[in-house]
Nanobody, 127 residues
């Protein structure tokens, strides 16, 4: 079992920045990758960014490339999502997810590849 706890969400004006954190505990040594997804009201959950637990591979949604950065701190078992130049359309509940099964990296955008999920943290960007 892997437990995930997100933090760092909040209300920010357009153009501002936030950093989300996802602390993992439990059987973290079996983790293959971690990802961030988001879900706005009435919308499907969408991929934001992912990173392998080794840190060697990264993936970003086109909508956040150049603005968001995913990183990890192995010593703290924590993954971060630095979000800059935020836009109102970034408003959503952001979820951290962990995968313990390996997969072809092109599939990192698929929620079904992830085995554990956090409770989510709200990010609201005002215009």
């Amino acid at each position: 079992q892997v437990q995930l706890v997100e933090s760092g969400g909040g209300l920010v004006q357009a153009g501002g920045s936030l950093r989300l954190s996802c602390a993992a505990s439990g059987r973290t040594f079996v983790m293959y990758a971690m990802g961030w997804f988001r879900q706005a009201p009435g919308e499907e959950r969408e991929f934001v960014a992912a990173i392998t637990w080794s840190g060697r591979s990264l993936s970003y949604a086109d909508s956040v490339k150049g603005r968001f950065t995913i990183s990890r701190d192995g010593a703290k078992n924590t993954v971060y999502l630095q979000m800059n130049s935020l836009k109102p359309e970034d408003t959503a509940v952001y979820y951290c997810a962990a995968a313990v099964r390996g997969f072809i990296w092109q599939l990192a955008t698929t929620p079904e590849r992830y085995d554990y999920w956090g409770q989510g943290t709200q990010v609201t960007v005002s215009s």
